[in-house]
C-alpha cells in the first residue's frame, strides 16, 4: 500500500519489534526437537464462522493489506482470512472473557472496547456496513472495488470517516480488523495464518524461542539466521 496509507514495510516491522527479547528469559529450556521442513499449503478449508459474502470482505482485506511480492505471498494465500475466522469461531469471538452486562455508554478511547457485542457480532455488523458505504459510494461491495478504491475507504475506516448507519463506530471496527491481521500474520501456524512460517522467515524470528534461548546472549545485536521452529514442529 502507499507510503502514507499501509506501508506494508512499516506494517510488518511495528507489529513484531521487541516481542522475541520481551520473553526469551522466561522460557524453560526444551526437549531437543529438530526443525522439520516446510510441508506444502494445506488445501482451503471451509469457513467455520465466515458466510460467503464475509469472506469475501476478509480475503479482500488481508490481500490489500499483504500483497504478494518477492517477499511473500499474498495474505489469504497466507491462511490470515483462515485465522480470522477460526478466531471468531472460538471463545474468544463468542466473548467469553468479555464484560457484556453494561452499562453501555461511550466511551474515551484510552478505556478500551465499550461496545455490547462480541467480536464476532462486531465483524458481522461491521463488514455488512462496510459493504453498505461501499455500494452506497461506489456502487458495488468492498471486494469488487480497485485497489485505490480500496485503500482510500480503508483509510477512512481508520479515521472513523465512514458513518455506518445504526452508530456502529467504524474506527473501532477497523482497530480490530488491523490487529486480527496482524496477529495472523505473525502467530504460530498451528492458528491458521503464517502460513509455512512465511511471516518469521520475513522478519527473521526465530519461531518457538524457547528453543533458541542459549543463542540470545550470543547473537545480540547480531544477525541470527535460523530456520524458524513451530508448535507443529516441535510435537
Same mark, same amino acid.
Given at each position: 500500500?502507499?507510503?502514507?496509507?499501509?506501508?506494508?514495510?512499516?506494517?510488518?516491522?511495528?507489529?513484531?519489534?521487541?516481542?522475541?527479547?520481551?520473553?526469551?528469559?522466561?522460557?524453560?529450556?526444551?526437549?531437543?526437537?529438530?526443525?522439520?521442513?516446510?510441508?506444502?499449503?494445506?488445501?482451503?478449508?471451509?469457513?467455520?464462522?465466515?458466510?460467503?459474502?464475509?469472506?469475501?470482505?476478509?480475503?479482500?482485506?488481508?490481500?490489500?493489506?499483504?500483497?504478494?511480492?518477492?517477499?511473500?505471498?499474498?495474505?489469504?494465500?497466507?491462511?490470515?482470512?483462515?485465522?480470522?475466522?477460526?478466531?471468531?469461531?472460538?471463545? @474468544?469471538?463468542?466473548?467469553?472473557?468479555?464484560?457484556?452486562?453494561?452499562? @453501555?455508554?461511550?466511551?474515551?478511547?484510552?478505556?478500551?472496547?465499550?461496545?455490547?457485542?462480541?467480536?464476532?457480532?462486531?465483524?458481522?455488523?461491521?463488514?455488512?456496513?462496510?459493504?453498505?458505504?461501499?455500494?452506497?459510494?461506489?456502487?458495488?461491495?468492498?471486494?469488487?472495488?480497485?485497489?485505490?478504491?480500496?485503500?482510500?475507504?480503508?483509510?477512512?475506516?481508520?479515521?472513523?470517516?465512514?458513518?455506518?448507519?445504526?452508530?456502529?463506530?467504524?474506527?473501532?471496527?477497523?482497530?480490530?480488523?488491523?490487529?486480527?491481521?496482524?496477529?495472523?500474520?505473525?502467530?504460530?501456524?498451528?492458528?491458521?495464518?503464517?502460513?509455512?512460517?512465511?511471516? @518469521?522467515?520475513?522478519?527473521?524470528?526465530?519461531?518457538?524461542?524457547?528453543?533458541?534461548?542459549?543463542?540470545?546472549?550470543?547473537?545480540?545485536?547480531?544477525?541470527?539466521?535460523?530456520?524458524?521452529?513451530?508448535?507443529?514442529?516441535?510435537?
Amino acid at each position: 500500500m502507499k507510503e502514507d496509507g499501509f506501508d506494508r514495510r512499516s506494517f510488518l516491522k511495528g507489529a513484531v519489534v521487541g516481542g522475541a527479547a520481551a520473553v526469551a528469559s522466561s522460557l524453560p529450556k526444551p526437549s531437543e526437537a529438530q526443525p522439520k521442513a516446510d510441508a506444502p499449503p494445506p488445501p482451503p478449508a471451509a469457513y467455520a464462522f465466515l458466510n460467503p459474502e464475509e469472506a469475501a470482505f476478509v480475503e479482500a482485506v488481508v490481500d490489500h493489506m499483504i500483497p504478494a511480492d518477492e517477499h511473500s505471498p499474498k495474505g489469504s494465500d497466507l491462511g490470515l482470512a483462515v485465522f480470522i475466522d477460526r478466531s471468531l469461531a472460538s471463545g @474468544w469471538g463468542k466473548g467469553e472473557r468479555l464484560y457484556l452486562q453494561g452499562p @453501555w455508554k461511550a466511551g474515551a478511547p484510552n478505556q478500551g472496547y465499550q461496545l455490547p457485542l462480541t467480536p464476532a457480532e462486531l465483524y458481522r455488523a461491521g463488514i455488512a456496513a462496510s459493504n453498505a458505504a461501499c455500494v452506497k459510494a461506489h456502487g458495488k461491495r468492498f471486494d469488487k472495488l480497485g485497489a485505490a478504491e480500496r485503500e482510500a475507504f480503508l483509510m477512512d475506516l481508520r479515521a472513523g470517516k465512514v458513518n455506518f448507519d445504526g452508530g456502529l463506530p467504524s474506527r473501532v471496527f477497523f482497530a480490530a480488523l488491523y490487529q486480527n491481521v496482524m496477529e495472523g500474520m505473525f502467530s504460530d501456524p498451528i492458528y491458521g495464518g503464517n502460513r509455512n512460517k512465511a511471516g @518469521w522467515k520475513m522478519i527473521g524470528f526465530p519461531g518457538v524461542i524457547a528453543v533458541h534461548y542459549q543463542n540470545v546472549e550470543k547473537f545480540r545485536d547480531k544477525q541470527y539466521k535460523v530456520d524458524p521452529v513451530s508448535i507443529q514442529d516441535m510435537s
